[in-house]
């Protein structure tokens, strides 16, 4: 079975501030923001990461880009802009095994690469 942290929210064995949710996807306000606005879009049907989207999944994932522009509408980010973010594997920052967009906003984000 398949108990990573976000299927545990989406089977609601813990609990999270949901922003926003639809039949195949959840929004949820991730627990250490790193803006004032953080939500994680988060597929509800369990895909590991980018390193998992095939030909047969790639509808589904690409419909999280319509999810994050929707949750960004909800809360306001599509005046100003917002960022989007995935992180795969290691080298990426990925922490937890379950495909998700970061979606960033409510400031000016900065420089999208930090160099060494
Ligand atoms: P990543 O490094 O792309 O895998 O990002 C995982 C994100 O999940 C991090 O930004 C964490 O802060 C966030 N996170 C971990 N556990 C939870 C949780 N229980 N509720 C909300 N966000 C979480």
Do not use: Y
Request: charged share 25%; proline share 5%; glycine share 10%.
């Amino acid at each position: 079975m398949i108990d990573d942290v976000f299927c545990k929210i989406i089977n609601k064995e813990i609990s999270a501030e949901v922003v926003m949710e639809e039949k195949d996807w959840l929004a949820v306000k991730d627990i250490h923001p790193q803006a004032p606005v953080h939500v994680l879009i988060v597929p509800k049907k369990h895909i590991g990461g980018l390193g998992d989207v095939t030909d047969e999944n790639a509808e589904s994932v690409g419909k999280l880009f319509a999810a994050a522009n929707k949750v960004a509408d909800k809360l306001g980010l599509k005046e100003k802009g917002f960022r989007l973010i995935i992180n795969q594997g290691e080298h990426g920052g990925q922490l937890v095994p379950h495909l998700h967009i970061h979606l960033l906003g409510g400031k000016p984000l900065g420089p999208k690469i930090v160099r060494d």
